[in-house]
């Protein structure tokens, strides 16, 4: 289950897909099968040759590409891996994950 997200960062987040931009979004989850994590960070593209590559980077293989056919294919990254990855890229999504709380805060 996905939350703490609004429509306008999928959206975003869909745009530079669309755009052949490697995408980031992160958001919070749960999933009962890995039970430590909070996050997703879902990683997309819609150059498949392009998100494989990205993804040797970081030991990902181009089988672990969630294919979707509307086009918003993508690695889901949790645990460690998305910590590391967010890391080398540069994202601090505890920062993004805190602004959208305070955000939702501010709206009650």
Same mark, same amino acid.
């Given at each position: ?9 999928? @959206? @975003? ?12 979004? /992160? ?59 967010? @890391? ?14 305070? /955000?939702? @805060?501010?709206?009650?």
């Amino acid at each position: 289950m996905a939350f703490g997200i609004n429509r306008q960062q999928l @959206e @975003e987040w869909k745009r530079k897909i669309d755009e052949g931009q490697i995408a980031f979004i /992160t958001h919070f989850w749960y999933d009962e099968r890995f039970p430590r994590a909070k996050t997703v960070t879902k990683v997309g593209c819609k150059d498949l040759d392009k998100l494989a590559e990205w993804g040797k980077k970081y030991g990902l293989k181009r089988e672990w590409i969630h294919r979707r056919k509307d086009g918003y294919s993508h690695f889901d990254l949790i645990g460690d891996l998305e910590k590391k990855v967010l @890391e080398k890229e540069g994202i601090d999504p505890g920062a993004v994950l805190f602004r959208k709380l305070s /955000t939702t @805060e501010k709206e009650k």
